[in-house]
């Protein structure tokens, strides 16, 4: 089974900008999809983006989408989010999730998921 772990979570002000990384052990290509999803203090799972490992196609999340940006990395093993224009509504636990469909992440079911890590914190501030 895939283990993930994030890092790169942290406290900004708003319109600040953050990059998360999710590594992937023991490689990315054990994987179909590789995504993230956030849940903040009080509120249900949220997807924020999916992208496909062997394709390289992305979906976001609508409250997302245009100020966040997924990319893999193969060579590394590794998937990034990279946030900007953040908003204090961004405010939560950043998972990083590995699924079958792309579908599975961005509903935030954790039933569906094949592994998620331990999650990083994001802090916006107004």
């Known amino acids: 089974q895939v283990k993930l772990e994030e890092s790169g979570g942290g406290s900004v002000q708003a319109g600040g900008s953050l990059r998360l990384s999710c590594t992937a052990s023991?490689?990315?290509?054990?994987?179909?999809?590789m995504g993230w999803f956030r849940q903040a203090p009080g509120k249900e799972r949220e997807g924020v983006s999916a992208t496909q490992t062997g394709g390289g196609a992305t979906d976001y999340g609508d409250s997302v989408d245009g100020r966040f940006t997924a990319s893999l990395d193969k060579a590394n093993n590794a998937v990034y989010l990279y946030m900007k224009s953040l908003r204090p509504e961004d405010t939560a636990i950043y998972y990083c999730?590995?699924?079958?469909?792309?579908?599975?992440?961005?509903?935030?079911?954790?039933?569906?998921?094949?592994?998620w890590g331990q999650g990083t914190p994001v802090t916006v501030s107004s």
């Open positions: 999730a590995a699924a079958d469909r792309i579908g599975s992440i961005l509903a935030g079911r954790i039933e569906a998921l094949d592994a």
């Open positions: 023991p490689n990315i290509d054990s994987t179909n999809v």
